[in-house]
Structures are given as structure tokens and as C-alpha cells.
T-cell receptor, first 112, second 110 residues
Framework: SQQGEEDPQALSIQEGENATMNCSYK?????LQWYRQNSGRGLVHLILIRSNEREKHSGRLRVTLDTSKKSSSLLITASRAADTASYFCATVKTGANSKLTFGKGITLSVRP | KAGVTQTPRYLIKTRGQQVTLSCSPI?????VSWYQQTPGQGLQFLFEYFSETQRNKGNFPGRFSGRQFSNSRSEMNVSTLELGDSALYLC?????????FGSGTRLTVV
């Protein structure tokens, strides 16, 4: 069963623009992670944010977490054509060891 | 260091057959997890092994099984294949947080 719901399901932007993707989840979590997948290949871990953190940065990525609203957002700044991919949020529920529960994903297209 | 290696990359099997997929985690990683990805159901957790013990199991029928060896390599087996088992099977290894995924095995059941 899906824990996370990403929004929007698809996003198309111009190169250089910022892309914002949202994720909502249902239960209390230990941490939330974002992954990227290119054309049905393996998932690439982008960033992890723990439940006691509110914001995290990694290069052009910025992730926020609001545990009171059970939501997270991923911002990619100055997007590039190479950022075209599917993006997934995944949560690790409290007490669930390290099992990841994924959302359905967001398809991001960055037009050159 | 080498990443997570999954073999084979592609597989075509007939309904009713069984299949074994292999995953070699990153050296030193003791946790190995398996996920199934389909267009309809998305990414779903199959099971997780840690130090040769199954630590977590998803909601899949008993036809799906796995194991982990003392060198942390893992195999998953699917018996009596059904058309709906066609999927991308992903393996991931982790030291603690933040999984590293392999490129997956794409299984097609005909």
C-alpha cells in the first residue's frame, strides 16, 4: 500500500526554472527520503530528512518537512534537461526498521 | 567502491515456471531489501534481510521468498509465476539510512 502521495503527478518546466514537488504521507515517520529514477532504471537516493529536521539542502536540492501536516516538498533550483526523471518520496515509519514505503512518483520533464 | 549488482538484467519466463534473482550489495552493507515495481501498483516492498535473517516482510504471497548468505548476497525466488509478476525487481542495500539501489531485473512472464 502507498504511504506517500506526490503532487503533482506530472510536471513540465523550462530549463533554468525551479521545480517544486510535494509529498504527503499518513503515519508518523522516522525519516523521509527522495529518490530519482531515470527511464525505469534503478533508484538514485537524493536526500534524507529526519522527523526532527525541518529543512535540508544538498546542492540544487532543498527539502522541507512539516510533520504536523505530514507533508514534504522537494525543490530543484535552476533545473537542467538532465533532471528529467521520475521522483519518488519514500517514508520510513516509526518502528518499521528501514522499510521504505513509496509514493506513486512525479514525472518531471525539463525542456531544453 | 562497486555499487549494488543485480543479475540478470532481463529475464523472460513462462507462466508456472520459477525464477531466482540475485543481488550483491555494496561491500560492508548488511541490509538488503527487495522491491517490486509495476505501472499499476508502483514500488512495493517485498522483504528485507539483515545478517542472514528476514527482518521485515511485505504483503506478498508465499510464492515470493528470499534469503541472504553470509557474504550478504541475497537471492529472491518466485515460484509458479503468474503474468502479474511481470515487473522491475529492485534490490537495495544500506548501512543504516539512505538506500543504494541496483539497476534492477526486469522480469517478463509470458
Amino acid at each position: 500500500s502507498q504511504q506517500g502521495e506526490e503532487d503533482p503527478q506530472a510536471l513540465s518546466i523550462q530549463e533554468g526554472e525551479n521545480a517544486t514537488m510535494n509529498c504527503s504521507y499518513k503515519t508518523s515517520i522516522n525519516n523521509l527520503q527522495w529518490y530519482r529514477q531515470n527511464s525505469g532504471r534503478g533508484l538514485v537516493h537524493l536526500i534524507l530528512i529526519r522527523s526532527n529536521e525541518r529543512e535540508k539542502h544538498s546542492g540544487r536540492l532543498r527539502v522541507t518537512l512539516d510533520t504536523s501536516k505530514k507533508s514534504s516538498s522537494l525543490l530543484i533550483t535552476a533545473s537542467r534537461a538532465a533532471d528529467t526523471a521520475s521522483y519518488f518520496c519514500a517514508t520510513v515509519k516509526t518502528g518499521a526498521n528501514s522499510k521504505l514505503t513509496f509514493g506513486k512518483g512525479i514525472t518531471l520533464s525539463v525542456r531544453p | 567502491k562497486a555499487g549494488v549488482t543485480q543479475t540478470p538484467r532481463y529475464l523472460i519466463k513462462t507462466r508456472g515456471q520459477q525464477v531466482t534473482l540475485s543481488c550483491s550489495p555494496i561491500s560492508g552493507h548488511r541490509s538488503v531489501s527487495w522491491y517490486q515495481q509495476t505501472p499499476g501498483q508502483g514500488l512495493q516492498f517485498l522483504f528485507e534481510y539483515f545478517s542472514e535473517t528476514q527482518r521485515n516482510k511485505g504483503n506478498f504471497p508465499g510464492r515470493f521468498s528470499g534469503r541472504q548468505f553470509s557474504n550478504s548476497r541475497s537471492e529472491m525466488n518466485v515460484s509458479t509465476l503468474e503474468l502479474g509478476d511481470s515487473a522491475l525487481y529492485l534490490c537495495a542495500s544500506a548501512p543504516l539510512y539512505g538506500y543504494t539501489f541496483g539497476s534492477g531485473t526486469r522480469l517478463t512472464v509470458v
